[in-house]
């Protein structure tokens, strides 16, 4: 059935509730050209304002499933998980996680993005592995995930037309920050990826897309009730933004400390946040006979899954990562307890010195970021280094150490004010 367009704007502009049939219509048409940028626009900012109900942005979500392709694992004889997280700095879980997951007995489909702005994207960072491929077709999937148990790829233009071209608008109308708009774009591409099951890292704090608890929480309840609807078992957490994750910030620096983490090191927050991760993932697969995670990473498992991915991808596993040329560092101006490193600074200086891109055509610099000689919580003294920034010119050094003005406060008497890494578990 055909609809007007400005007819479904004006009841969503005026708190009314679209019906499914609207909603199939007006995002197909979107999809096919005939509603304008200009009508989905106002559309899009009417939804921010006035929200829309559980059934409405289940509706909005199939609908934007419908505009391609659903991709069918069915072949594979083992559960699938898959994890998806909404970003944050120094988020490099994927890396370690997926191989883990895929040691202890599920198969991992991973359909990944690239960053844009201070937050890093997971394809940018194993790119900085030499030969390492991000497209591949959906056969060449099947293929690596048979052999390593895991692929981390490119979602090919085939998923979710509707949610690209709709996360394009949106980003250039001030209507990104809307809990069902962000809900159904994510939940749209995970439940096209076809995955059984999904664990969603839901951050919160200053370099997370959510600040606050509660909106996470919000966040978190909406997309585990879209997933639960659609048939996937889904669970979140929601986990710490308010400092950045581990030591490491940047692309080739996160994939070295993701192998760190591999190979039974690696900084205690990223190892915690990994491993809990690979629990919820191997609960909600059901899978029968899983492996401990720990274990996995101990005997060297875990290690032996991440080589066969990245070999299977076309990546050398053993090649040197990229360095950048210049450093400079940042030492404590006082001694006492770090009490704050805030993410969100961390994650825009890193960006400031070539880690991320402005514009999505943009190239990132593999060997570009910051790492991190303290956490908040820490011992530091003054004149001793803070952190160690990386860039492949020195001319981004002041940029960057702009952005770091107020991003750290040493106190004499206190420990640190933090959000515990895991906060919550949201089911459905
Ligand atoms: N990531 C997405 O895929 N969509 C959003 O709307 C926000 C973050």
Known sequence: MGFDAIEVIVAKRDRGELSAAQIDWVIDAYTRGEVADEQMSALLMAILLNGMNRREIADWTQAMIRSGERMDWSALDRPTADKHSTGGVGDKITLPLAPLVAACGAYVPQLSGRGLGHTGGTLDKLESIPGWRASLSNDEMLAVIRSAGAVVCAAGA??????????????????????PLIASSIMSKKIAEGTGSLVLDVKAGSGAFMKN???????????????????VRTVALLTAMDRPLGLKVGNALEVEESVEVLAGGGPADVVELTVRLAREMLE?????????????????????????????????PDAPLPKAAESAVVTAPASGTLVT???????????RLGAGRARKEDPVSAGAGVVLHAKPGDEVRAGAPLMTLYADEAGRFD??????????????????????????????
């Open 158 to 179: 085939g998923l979710a037309p509707a949610d690209k071209k709709l996360y394009a608008l949106r980003d250039v109308t001030g209507t990104v920050e809307s809990i």
């Open 341 to 351: 490193l805030d993410a969100l600074k961390v994650g825009v200086a890193a960006w």
């Open 399 to 428: 940029r960057a150490l702009q952005g770091l003005d107020g991003a750290y406060e040493i106190g004499v008497d206190g420990g640190a004010d933090l959000l515990p890494l895991v906060i919550d578990r949201v089911t459905a």
């Open 213 to 231: 608890v509660d909106d996470a929480r919000e966040l978190a309840r909406t997309m585990v009730e879209l997933g639960t609807d659609a048939g």
């Open 284 to 316: 909600a697969a059901a899978v029968p006979g899983a492996r401990d995670p720990e274990e996995a990473l101990k005997d060297g498992s875990a290690m032996d899954a991440w080589r066969r991915m990245i070999i299977a991808q076309g990546g050398d």
